[in-house]
C-alpha cells in the first residue's frame, strides 16, 4: 500500500510539474512596438461622420422595401465631401450600387491590398423607435459618443478609410503597392449583389490581394474576463451562415375542440428540442490561437488552463458556455428568429413555420448541420429545408504566422498604447468571406473600443474610438509606401 501512495505521489508531482513548466514557458507571442499618438480628431471629420449617418441607407429584408434614394445621396456626399479621392482614384460602380476604387501603386509587381466596409445598414425596428434616446439617424454627439443607426456597423469603417485616404492625398502620398477599397451596398442581407458581384469581377481580372481588411474584431476592455487592459480581436477566420425553415402543416379546426397535438405544439417541442441539445464544442484553430495568445496575459488559474487545455478542456468548455459570445465561439450555433402561425384566436392553425439561424463552426459544414438537425428533432412532420440561397460555410483560417495578420497585428499596436492583440473566430458574417478566392489573407477588425448596440437600441461609438480608427487605416495606408 505504501508503495502505490508512494507512486500515487510521485505521478502527482510529475503532473503538477508538467503543468507548471506548460504554463511558466508559454510562449508570449506580444510583440513590443511603440504606440505613436493618435492626432487630433478634426471638427471637419467628426462632422462628415455625422452626416454620413443620417443617409437611410437601409438593406431590408424584403427586396419590396428597398430605396435607391438614400444611397445615390450618400454616393453624391462622398464625393462632394472627399474630392481628392474622386480626383486620384478610379471608381468603379458595380450593380449600380457598390463602390469600387483603385489607388494606383507605383509598383505594378506587388499584389495589392483591399479594404473593405459597407454603406448600407438594418432597419429600426417600429416598435423600438421611442425607446431610442436621440433620433436613430440623427448623428447626435452626447456624452462622448456619436449616436445613431450604423455608427457601429459599418460606417465607421467607411468613414474613416475616406478621412485616412483624403489626408494623406493632401500630403501628395503615393502607394506603392495598389489598394482597392470596395464598400458594399448589401452586405446587412447576404451581400450577393454587391460584395459577391466584385469577387467575381476581381477574378476574371486575375486580382490576387496580399490582404483583404473587413470588419470583424473589435477593441475590448469589458469582453475578456482576467485581462485589465484592452485587447484588439483580430479576426483570422469566420463563421458559415445557413437559414433553416421547419414547416409542420397537421390538420386544424375550432379552437373549442382541439386535438391533443396542434401544429403549433409540433413545431414547439422540435424547437425546445434542438435548443436542448447543442452542438459539440469544439476549440478550432483560431480559437486555440486566441488562448495561445491571451494565456500568458492572464492570471492564475486561466493562464494555467489555457496553456494545459490537454487537461483542462472541460474546465474551459464549462468557462466559456457561461457567455453567449464565448459559447457562440466554440460551437455551432441555431436560434429561432422567426415563428408564424394563426390566422385568428379561436382557429387552430394548419400550418406552423419557424425560422431558425444558424452559424457554423469551422469543420461543421451546412449539409452536415441539416443532417445532424433532422437527427435531433428526430421528427418527420417537421419539414426541414434551407430558407433562402444565402448559405456560406465557414472561412479557412489565416494563420497567425502571414504577413497579413502580422502586418494588422503591428498597425493595431502603432495605434493604441499598451494593448494586447489576439486571434479569435468572427462569430458573425460579414462581406469578406465571399472573397476567399482573391485572398487566402482574409483579416476582420474593427478598429473600435467596445461598441455599443449592434443591431439594436442606441447604436454607438464613442468619439474616441474614431479618432483612433482614422489613425489606424493612416497607418496602414501608410504602411503602402
Not at 449617418?53 to 429584408?61: F, G, H, N, Q, W
Not at 486620384?88 to 489607388?103: D, G, M, Q
Request: a neutral charge; glycine letters at 4%.
Amino acid at each position: 500500500m505504501k508503495k502505490i501512495i508512494s507512486i500515487l505521489l510521485l505521478l502527482i508531482l510529475v503532473l503538477i510539474g508538467i503543468i507548471s513548466f506548460r504554463t511558466l514557458t508559454a510562449t508570449n507571442y506580444q510583440r513590443n512596438i511603440k504606440a505613436s499618438p493618435a492626432p487630433q480628431l478634426s471638427d471637419s471629420a467628426l462632422l462628415h461622420f455625422q452626416q454620413a449617418i443620417s443617409y437611410k441607407t437601409i438593406s431590408y429584408a424584403d427586396a419590396k422595401d428597398w430605396d435607391s434614394v438614400p444611397f445615390l445621396h450618400f454616393r453624391t456626399f462622398l464625393e462632394t465631401t472627399y474630392p481628392l479621392v474622386h480626383q486620384h482614384l478610379a471608381r468603379e460602380i458595380v450593380n449600380n450600387y457598390t463602390l469600387v476604387y483603385k489607388w494606383q501603386g507605383s509598383d505594378h509587381a506587388l499584389a495589392p491590398y483591399i479594404l473593405m466596409a459597407h454603406q448600407d445598414v438594418v432597419p429600426i425596428e417600429e416598435d423600438t423607435k421611442k425607446q431610442w434616446t436621440f433620433e436613430p439617424f440623427s448623428g447626435t454627439i452626447k456624452d462622448g459618443y456619436i449616436w445613431g443607426r450604423g455608427t457601429t456597423d459599418d460606417k465607421i469603417n467607411l468613414i474613416s478609410i475616406f478621412e485616412s485616404a483624403e489626408k494623406l492625398l493632401q500630403q501628395n502620398f503615393q502607394p506603392k503597392r495598389s489598394i482597392y477599397f470596395v464598400f458594399g451596398h448589401d452586405e446587412e442581407i447576404g451581400g450577393n449583389h454587391g460584395a459577391v458581384r466584385v469577387a467575381k469581377l476581381f477574378k476574371e481580372r486575375n486580382i490576387k490581394a496580399d490582404l483583404v481588411l473587413d470588419e470583424g474584431g473589435i477593441l475590448t476592455k469589458e469582453k475578456i474576463p482576467g485581462l485589465t487592459k484592452p485587447v484588439a480581436l483580430i479576426g483570422t477566420a469566420e463563421k458559415g451562415y445557413l437559414t433553416l425553415k421547419f414547416s409542420v402543416n397537421k390538420k386544424g379546426g375550432h379552437s373549442s375542440q382541439p386535438e391533443n397535438e396542434t401544429a403549433v405544439d409540433i413545431l414547439t417541442k422540435a424547437l425546445v428540442t434542438l435548443r436542448a441539445n447543442p452542438f459539440e464544442p469544439k476549440f478550432v484553430e483560431a480559437s486555440q490561437d486566441f488562448m495561445k495568445y491571451l494565456g500568458p496575459e492572464m492570471k492564475f488559474p486561466n493562464n494555467m488552463a489555457f496553456a494545459n487545455l490537454w487537461l483542462f478542456r472541460p474546465l474551459v468548455v464549462n468557462k466559456f458556455e457561461q457567455q453567449a459570445a464565448s459559447n457562440a465561439m466554440m460551437r455551432t450555433t441555431a436560434v429561432p428568429t422567426i415563428i408564424n402561425a394563426g390566422i385568428k384566436d379561436n382557429v387552430v392553425p394548419t400550418l406552423a413555420t419557424a425560422i431558425v439561424n444558424f452559424r457554423l463552426l469551422p469543420g461543421d459544414s451546412s449539409t452536415y448541420i441539416i443532417k445532424k438537425v433532422q437527427e435531433i428533432i428526430a421528427d418527420n412532420r417537421v419539414i426541414v429545408q434551407p430558407y433562402d440561397e444565402n448559405i456560406s460555410e465557414a472561412s479557412a483560417t489565416t494563420p497567425t504566422t502571414s504577413a497579413a495578420f502580422q502586418l494588422i497585428d503591428s498597425v493595431v499596436r502603432k495605434s493604441y498604447d499598451s494593448i494586447s492583440t489576439a486571434p479569435f473566430l468572427l462569430i458573425g458574417a460579414t462581406d469578406s468571406r465571399h472573397f476567399n478566392q482573391i485572398s487566402t489573407n482574409i483579416i476582420k477588425f474593427s478598429p473600435m473600443l467596445d461598441p455599443i448596440g449592434f443591431h439594436g437600441i442606441n447604436e454607438r461609438v464613442s468619439i474616441e474610438s474614431f479618432r483612433h480608427a482614422i489613425w489606424f487605416y493612416e497607418q496602414l495606408l501608410g504602411s503602402c509606401k
